[in-house]
């Protein structure tokens, strides 16, 4: 497992980056074999394109205008990422947008095979819906903020906290 795992949550202009669709913010929440949150990092990302539905992420134009551009931030990424295995809610959607980007960046980005899909995980765990805000609810964590890239990661922690947790006590 290495040093254990990169929660990664992105907020994006749509859902298609080969569509021209691009990020606007990244989080990245550090945990440990244990499940225990180690740090967290998150920025703006200028798109260089209009900000699509500023309604879900709520990140203004003017934000994302004074924020860097992707390639400037990709290399922190990839630092970022070596030697954990990369967490997602719905990681199939984070996986495709970050390894566009990285690509286009020029960089690497961790194969979709290897990451941990919290979403798919909640089918195995929880009961009930698999969105982000109901498996949070059902594990009693309080999200704030949701639908930004901090929030949702480390709501995505705690779920994997709660499934690190559920196996030891199997």
């Known amino acids: ?22 990020i ?5 929440v550090h945990v440990s074999p244990e499940g225990i949150v180690e740090g967290v990092w998150e920025t703006l990302v200028n798109p260089m394109r209009d900000m699509g539905a500023q309604r879900i992420h709520g990140i203004s134009a003017a934000a994302a205008a004074r924020a860097p551009e992707f390639g400037e931030l990709a290399p922190s990424i990839a630092s970022l990422l ?14 495709r947008f970050l390894a566009h980007s990285m690509e286009q ?23 009930g ?12 964590y309080a999200m704030q903020n949701a639908h930004r890239a901090s929030a949702d990661a480390l709501a995505a922690a705690a779920l994997l906290r709660a499934y690190i947790l559920s196996l030891i006590h199997i």
């Not at 497992?1 to 691009?22: C, N, S, W, Y």
């Not at 194969?111 to 009961?127: E, I, K, N, R």
């Not at 969105?131 to 949070?136: E, H, N």
């Open 129 to 140: 819906n698999r969105s982000l805000a109901d498996c949070s609810a059902a594990i009693g």
């Open 82 to 95: 070596r030697g954990r295995v990369p967490v997602a809610h719905n990681a199939s959607f984070d996986a």
């Open 24 to 28: 606007v913010e990244v989080a990245i």
């Open 1 to 22: 497992m290495g040093r254990g795992f990169a929660v990664i949550d992105l907020e994006t202009t749509g859902l298609f980056p080969q569509k021209h669709d691009r």
């Open 105 to 127: 960046a020029g960089l690497v980005c961790p194969d979709h095979a290897y990451w941990m899909c919290t979403m798919q995980l909640a089918g195995t765990f929880l009961p």
